[in-house]
């Protein structure tokens, strides 16, 4: 085979080697509309170090 057929081979393996990954994280942890905002309220109100006047008590 010559020089050329066997880059078109590689590209071809590497399109369908791209493609297998791809296919296998159709499915994310979360739903692009899922947000958790007690979780991100918690964190943030943490990472400034500030007391959290608004839960309940």
């Not at 979360?30 to 008590?57: A, S």
């Amino acid at each position: 085979m010559t020089v050329l057929a066997w880059c078109l081979l590689a590209v071809a393996a590497l399109i369908i080697i791209s493609g297998l990954g791809r296919s296998s994280r159709r499915h994310p942890g979360h739903l692009p509309g899922d947000f958790d905002f007690d979780g991100y309220k918690t964190r943030e109100i943490v990472q400034r170090g500030v007391f959290d006047k608004t839960k309940w008590r």
